[in-house]
């Protein structure tokens, strides 16, 4: 199985400054089809998870662009340009080039 | 508007069953894949088990393999999740989640539904 691992665990941000979460894969994530599928989720509190971002870098219709994903490989990074209260939640990396899919642990953004 | 919407959680002693189901609305159900994802309480999230628009093909993650059966009814709009030999690290919110093939990611969730395997 693929293994994600996320850091920061937490990451404490003071409004409107920038916010960075990393991800990584114990291998490639570039699909025989040439596609890496990663993805981005939000998950605030008491909420289920909301797709922010997918294929490294393609933010769904409806997300504030001071959300960006970037990456390539086995390192992969999500960007608040400027964190905003309702920013506040937990956030994770998903792989679905291979099955199983798997998810990253968290990152938990909480504001100073 | 696009929403799926889980049901048939509960209490459930170990080694019980179980069966959820999701129903969905807004789209055309039989053309996408569709998933199950669950999250322990104050845990990560984990997936569980997927389906092709289909129905043909099916996945399971290792922890519920021959335990629990996905399967869809396309003319109802509806997925179904038959848990059985429950146990306790089986308790958790149970998600339902649909999955764009050109996304190959979760761009729709439920609310969820939860199940909790206790004595």
């Known amino acids: 199985d693929i293994v994600m691992t996320q850091t920061p665990l937490s990451s404490p941000v003071t409004l409107g400054q920038p916010a960075s979460i990393s991800c990584r894969s114990s291998?490639?994530?570039?699909?025989?089809?040439?596609?890496?599928?990663l993805s981005w989720l939000q998950q605030r509190p008491g909420q289920p998870p909301r797709l922010l971002i997918y294929?490294?870098?393609n933010r769904v219709s409806g997300v504030p662009d001071r959300f960006s994903g970037t990456g390539a490989g086995t390192d992969f990074t999500l960007k608040i340009s400027r964190v905003e209260a309702e920013d506040v939640g937990v956030y994770y990396c998903m792989q679905a080039t291979q099955s199983p899919l798997t998810f990253g642990g968290g990152t938990k953004v909480e504001i100073k | 508007e696009v929403q799926v919407l889980e049901s048939g959680g509960g209490l459930v002693q170990p080694g019980g069953s179980l069966r959820l189901s999701c129903s969905a609305s807004?789209?055309?159900?039989?053309?996408?894949?569709m998933s199950w994802v669950r999250q322990a309480p104050g845990k990560g999230l984990e997936w569980v088990s997927a389906?092709?628009?289909?129905?043909?093909?099916?996945y399971y993650a290792d922890s519920v393999k021959g335990r629990f059966t996905i399967s869809r009814d396309n003319s109802k709009n509806t997925l179904y999740l038959q848990m059985t030999s429950l146990r306790a690290e089986d308790t958790a919110l149970y998600y339902c989640?649909?999955?764009?093939?050109?996304?190959?990611?979760?761009?729709?969730w439920g609310q969820g539904t939860m199940v909790t395997v206790s004595s």
């Open positions: 294929k490294i870098s």
């Open positions: 389906i092709s628009g289909s129905g043909v093909s099916t």
């Open positions: 807004g789209f055309s159900f039989r053309s996408y894949a």
């Open positions: 989640a649909r999955a764009p093939a050109a996304m190959q990611a979760f761009d729709i």
């Open positions: 291998q490639s994530l570039v699909h025989s089809d040439g596609n890496t599928y």
